[in-house]
């Protein structure tokens, strides 16, 4: 295939469209419920009080800001794909920003700001708690200013949209890669991420992670949860063609959409089973290294421990669950054995390890 076919082909893929908007407009748009900015995304936007100032200072400027892109869904409403953060600063400094109950968020006062140091506590309108607001003309000029909206159309197809997705927000703006993922799973299917949400929010599987209130913030129970449903069943010979991990998840994260109901009955009931095996019989010991000189657990999160003992067990659930002696023998076996010796993992990359740990926590449990 020549560049030209090749240059033909994927222009196909993905229709868009591009023009400038005024702020008013595009809060319009957001007020009647035709632009998305999914609420959801609260919980992962971030952003300081000195970002939130910069921004607003920008935009009463006059300085041009990035564009934003949205895709149109099916319904004709404008998913925001690039832009969340700042639309959202946008949206609360002027009061019309809601959270995912629907409820109205409280508008902010700037903080200081580079170059206008009289936007110190200066809010859009007054509010309780406000005491210096802008001017009517400096609302109308804030709101008349222009923003470039580049727009996927709905007729391009899901995976021209993911890379789009992928390569828009791989330059920071997100602070994990599991956020990343959450963003894209959102704009993909909203049903599909509250599954995995409540999958992932199940008391045995938080119990037996442990982790610390860092990682969950950060999303990484989200990550772990979707390492399992992506690897649990995937046959040993791609195991040893993933590669990057983080790039095999985000790709995961473009199938979990693809499954129906049925699938996602069937993983939830294998995961829930799995991880309530795993917290009765090791509760919040079972991700740890298992010092086999002492008999006691040490560290913190094991990958080791996670690849072998959950993804080995989940293999054969929801058909076979081992009781708490299996179990148990499993993990003495796994910290006994030299190959898992401390230490045997440093340095070496989550592909590399996994060739090895997930066949082995495969055949722990085939007996």
């Known amino acids: 295939m020549t560049l030209e076919s090749e240059l033909e082909l994927y222009r196909q893929r993905i229709t868009t469209d591009s023009y400038p908007m005024?702020?008013?407009?595009?809060?319009?748009?957001?007020?009647?419920?035709?632009?998305?900015?999914?609420?959801?995304?609260?919980?992962?936007?971030r952003w300081s009080g000195a970002q939130r100032t910069k921004l607003i200072e920008s935009i009463l400027l006059g300085i041009p800001l990035p564009s934003i892109f949205v895709a149109q869904n099916e319904d004709g409403v404008w998913d925001v794909v690039d832009g969340v953060q700042r639309l959202s600063t946008i949206f609360q400094f002027m009061g019309i920003l809601r959270d995912d109950q629907g409820e109205l968020i409280e508008p902010f006062m700037c903080?200081?700001?580079?170059?206008?140091?009289?936007?110190?506590?200066?809010?859009?309108?007054?509010?309780?708690?406000?005491?210096?607001?802008?001017?009517?003309?400096?609302?109308?000029?804030?709101?008349?200013?222009?923003v470039d909206v580049k727009?996927?159309?709905?007729?391009?197809?899901?995976?021209?949209?993911?890379?789009?997705?992928?390569?828009?927000?791989?330059?920071?703006?997100i602070a994990t890669p599991q956020e990343l993922r959450n963003c894209l799973l959102v704009s993909l299917s909203k049903t599909h991420f509250e599954w995995l949400q409540d999958v992932a929010s199940s008391k045995d599987f938080q119990a037996?992670?442990?982790?610390?209130e860092r990682l969950i913030k950060e999303q990484y129970h989200l990550e772990l949860a979707l390492r399992f449903i992506s690897l649990?069943?995937?046959?040993?010979?791609?195991?040893?063609?993933?590669?990057?991990i983080g790039e095999?998840?985000?790709?995961?994260?473009?199938?979990?959409?693809?499954?129906?109901?049925?699938e996602l009955r069937s993983e939830k009931e294998a995961f829930d089973l799995c991880f309530r095996a795993l917290n009765d019989s090791l509760g919040g010991d079972a991700m740890r290294k298992?010092?086999?000189?002492?008999?006691?657990t040490e560290g913190a999160f094991s990958s080791t421990a996670f690849e072998v003992l959950s993804l080995g067990l989940g293999h054969y659930a929801p058909e076979r669950v081992p009781g708490e002696s299996e179990v148990k023998r499993a993990r003495e076996e796994l910290w006994n054995d030299p190959a898992f010796a401390p230490g045997h993992a440093t340095g070496q990359r989550a592909d590399q390890r996994m060739k090895r740990t997930?066949?082995?926590?495969r055949q722990l449990f085939s007996v």
């Open 22 to 45: 005024s702020i008013s407009e595009i809060a319009n748009l957001y007020r009647d419920g035709e632009m998305d900015i999914h609420p959801e995304f609260q919980r992962i936007f």
């Open 111 to 146: 903080e200081t700001a580079p170059f206008l140091t009289s936007l110190e506590g200066v809010a859009y309108e007054l509010f309780e708690g406000a005491e210096k607001a802008l001017t009517r003309a400096q609302q109308l000029d804030f709101k008349r200013s222009r």
């Open 151 to 173: 727009i996927i159309k709905r007729e391009s197809d899901n995976r021209a949209k993911y890379d789009l997705f992928q390569r828009l927000n791989s330059y920071g703006s």
């Open 208 to 212: 037996v992670l442990n982790l610390p």
């Open 232 to 244: 649990r069943l995937l046959p040993e010979d791609k195991i040893s063609s993933i590669g990057n």
């Open 248 to 262: 095999f998840l985000s790709a995961e994260t473009l199938s979990l959409v693809e499954k129906g109901y049925p």
């Open 290 to 296: 298992l010092n086999p000189v002492t008999g006691r």
């Open 358 to 361: 997930i066949p082995y926590g």
